[in-house]
T-cell receptor, first 113, second 117 residues
Framework: QKEVEQNSGPLSVPEGAIASLNCTYS??????FFWYRQYSGKSPELIMS????GDKEDGRFTAQLNKASQYVSLLIRDSQPSDSATYLC?????????????FGGGTRVLVKP | GAVVSQHPSRVICKSGTSVKIECRSL??????MFWYRQFPKQSLMLMAT?????????EQGVEKDKFLINHASLTLSTLTVTSAHPEDSSFYIC?????????????FGEGSRLTVL
């Protein structure tokens, strides 16, 4: 079992619709959770962070965390063609400077005009 | 804030030569930096953790004598691919976390695309 799992996609979404991305993780003591967006040929860019159970909204993005189910999700509302990218889920155990993040394989999202 | 810069962004070299990639934190200090490798259509693979003033910690299966890491200051880490071969062609990305920040996020450099002929 992979430590952080994501559906590889592609997730095809019509423009204006909601894209829903899911991520599960195996380390029960994980404390920090992140979503990164990576355009083709570019490096990852942090778009959301979440640490507590529940929802966190930032613009068109909403992250949802359920530690009991070891599940974190990302919703992209009013999807735009510019949202077409690979979205990486990352999980960390301790909020410490030296602690590494574990990344999922990424979900490719295609927003069609 | 939290800008990480990598250089060079692209490099082409002949098989057998060595290539050095620099990773700099421009507006913060980083006691730890991370080096990743990414092959086409695959996810990030952590290669090693670079620690300022001490030896890097390598992930299982990564040859420390082939991928030399030096973290000589709080703003600079370098990765040297020694005796590069075509199979080393990949996208190398560094990341860093601001010193003292406990929120856990990593900030990535722009990446360096290595092509070994």
């Amino acid at each position: 079992q992979k430590e952080v799992e994501q559906n590889s996609g592609p997730l095809s979404v019509p423009e204006g619709a909601i894209a829903s991305l899911n991520c599960t993780y195996s380390d029960r003591v994980s404390q920090s959770f992140f979503w990164y967006r990576q355009y083709s040929g570019k490096s990852p860019e942090l778009i959301m962070s979440i640490y507590s159970n529940g929802d966190k909204e930032d613009g068109r993005f909403t992250a949802q965390l359920n530690k009991a189910s070891q599940y974190v999700s990302l919703l992209i509302r009013d999807s735009q063609p510019s949202d077409s990218a690979t979205y990486l889920c990352a999980v960390g155990r301790i909020k410490a400077a030296g602690n590494k993040l574990t990344f999922g394989g990424g979900t490719r999202v295609l927003v069609k005009p | 804030g939290a800008v990480v810069s990598q250089h060079p962004s692209r490099v082409i070299c002949k098989s057998g030569t060595s290539v050095k990639i620099e990773c700099r934190s421009l507006d913060f200090q980083a006691t730890t930096m991370f080096w990743y490798r990414q092959f086409p259509k695959q996810s990030l693979m952590l290669m090693a953790t670079s620690n300022e003033g001490s030896k890097a910690t390598y992930e299982q299966g990564v040859e420390k004598d082939k991928f030399l890491i030096n973290h000589a200051s709080l703003t600079l880490s370098t990765l040297t691919v020694t005796s590069a071969h075509p199979e080393d062609s990949s996208f190398y990305i560094c990341s860093a976390r601001p010193r003292g920040r406990t929120t856990g996020e990593l900030f990535f450099g722009e990446g360096s695309r290595l092509t070994v002929l």
